[in-house]
């Protein structure tokens, strides 16, 4: 840990009188949500626990979106709260919350600090759970006076929890009947998620995919761990999936399920979902298995691990095997995306998807992309390709607005060398916008990318289609000048309102070594399209 996202206050004022002292870098933001987002982004970035620190009672329950889509997608968070003293503790006293009760829903795992002598074997304790198994966010509670007390410091032993182990290695035997599946199948699909990023196991994805000669889908939190300009790649899966992805789905006769949840966004209907599949399932969590979907072959086991032993059994067993059977089922996706691809039309109004696709190009795929939530998180998901786990970063489980932004400081601190771009709409970038003073002040040369179409676009998209067009608290009437706001913020404001200046305001914005707001307008009334209806088959999809 060398980095703590952060806002003082009178119960932690004591950790910040001793963290001055320390070579511990400690960020300011300018609101609590914003610490634990920034956190968030860092952990996401940099494969670090992420940490933040902030006081009791608002300052704590200011925490709690944050730490609920940290606990969604998987990943390590500490976040260090300030309590009242321990004789107060139940007493309603000033800025006295509990939030060790109000977050156990939404965390790995939390703490209440009673013992100062507990602090040091605790904090390391915390780290070990949330960084190990399924990652998640641990919370430790810590009370004034436990805070301003000293005791000696006791190099803490290692962590051993007799009721936490993790199971990393899977049972082969279950992995020798995944092999069997693999050898009899001919339409299998591999399905890929968050897990697979988070367990570094990329590389053995590709390996994998390239054994058994299977295509490949992921769930927009698997973004970035299979690489998109190979014809195995169908694309993202799922309620904004591509047709070709989902159809896929729905006539495959296996799917290996890796690091993956089965969430509604991915199964739509599920008692229409893979029909035709003997379904392999794949994670670390055994919570996860069957919880959503029925599977013929559970397999609880790191990601990486067990598609590392499932590697050398296919290499060994599988060898030479298919010699071209499955082209029959490549033909068919092949017809899939060619006559259902993603598709848009630029005429005179910009077209937010031209907007990303533009800055795919310019950046070459390169940047680290967090979005906010809504429009503008699909259509970045659809139209920017990510080659590369950890460079896509955003709020999927939750999906959770305002996320962006300080995600993107985070992710900008962890990663200082790299091109760090956040896509928002005008509605989402209004919930932490206040963090470009956090940007600012710390030299942070995030770029933002606004597609400002005046609506809460994703809600609007659903009042048209499924609510006659009544757009009932969704038209955004009034809102900052965006440029005059970076201004006062001492950023740089570019804005683009036809197509012909996209490029150029890009290509300054991308360039200038500060922090940007560029801002686009767009199509009001565009949509995100494939789009499959709530509690419809992923199969059947409103594709205009």
């Not at 870098?25 to 860092?42: M, P, S, W």
């Not at 699909?189 to 196991?201: D, E, H, N």
């Not at 565009?526 to 509690?535: L, R, S, T």
């Amino acid at each position: 840990m060398d980095t703590i996202f952060g806002y003082p206050g009178a119960a932690v004022i004591d950790i910040y009188h001793a963290l001055v002292k320390t070579d511990f870098r400690h960020i300011l933001v300018r609101h609590e949500q914003g610490a634990v987002h920034a956190a968030d982004g860092y952990a996401r970035a940099s494969g670090k626990v992420g940490v933040c620190l902030v006081t009791s009672g608002p300052g704590a329950t200011n925490t709690v979106s944050g730490i609920a889509a940290a606990h969604a997608d998987s990943i390590p968070l500490l976040v260090f709260t300030g309590q009242v003293p321990t004789g107060l503790i139940g007493n309603d006293a000033f800025q006295e919350v509990d939030i060790v009760g109000i977050t156990r829903p939404c965390t790995k795992h939390n703490y209440l600090i009673t013992k100062i002598e507990d602090l040091a074997g605790t904090i390391r304790e915390a780290f070990h759970i949330a960084r190990s198994g399924r990652p998640g966010p641990v919370l430790v509670d810590l009370p004034k006076d436990m805070m301003s007390s000293k005791v000696d410091f006791k190099a803490a032993k290692p962590v051993k929890l007799k009721s936490y182990r993790p199971n990393y290695k899977p049972n082969v035997r279950q992995l020798y009947k995944v092999v069997d599946l693999i050898k009899k199948a001919k339409k299998p699909l591999i399905l890929a998620g968050g897990g697979v990023i988070l367990s570094k196991a990329a590389r053995e994805l590709k390996e994998f995919a390239e054994a058994i000669e299977s295509p490949v889908t992921t769930t927009l939190m698997g973004l970035g761990a299979f690489p998109t300009d190979t014809p195995k790649w169908l694309g993202m899966i799922g309620m904004h999936g591509t047709y070709r992805a989902n159809m896929a789905s729905g006539n495959c006769d296996l799917m290996i399920a890796v690091g993956v949840r089965f969430d509604d966004r991915v199964t739509g209907k599920i008692d229409a979902f893979a029909p035709k599949a003997k379904i392999v399932h794949i994670d670390i969590d055994p919570t996860s298995i069957r919880k959503n979907i029925s599977v013929t072959i559970p397999v609880v086991g790191d990601c990486k691990e067990t598609l590392q032993i499932l590697n050398e059994l296919v290499n060994a067993e599988v060898d030479g095997v298919f010699n071209g059977s499955r082209n029959d089922w490549f033909e068919q996706i092949g017809e899939w995306k060619s006559t259902k691809k993603l598709d848009y039309l630029q005429e005179d109004v910009i077209k937010p998807q031209y907007v990303i696709e533009t800055l795919h190009r310019l950046t070459k795929g390169e940047a680290i992309i967090t979005t906010e939530v809504g429009q503008n998180q699909m259509w970045t998901a659809q139209y920017y390709h990510f080659n590369r786990p950890n460079c896509f970063i955003t709020s999927g489980g939750l999906g959770c607005m305002g996320f962006g932004l300080p995600a993107a400081i985070g992710a900008q601190i962890a990663r200082p060398d790299s091109l760090v771009v956040d896509i928002a709409g005008d509605g989402s970038i209004q919930m932490n916008i206040q963090e470009l003073a956090t940007a600012v002040q710390y030299g942070l040369p995030v770029k933002i990318v606004i597609l400002n179409n005046g609506y809460l676009g994703m809600v609007r998209q659903w009042q048209e289609l499924f609510y006659d067009r009544c757009y009932a608290g969704t038209c955004m009437d009034h809102a900052p000048d965006f440029l005059k706001l970076a201004e006062a913020y001492n950023a740089l404001g570019l804005r683009a309102t036809r197509p012909e200046e996209v490029e150029p305001v890009l290509r300054e914005g991308l360039s200038t070594p500060r922090t940007v707001i560029m801002e686009f307008k767009v199509e009001k009334e565009e949509n995100v399209y494939p789009m499959v209806p709530a509690g419809a088959p992923i199969t059947e999809m409103l594709l205009v």
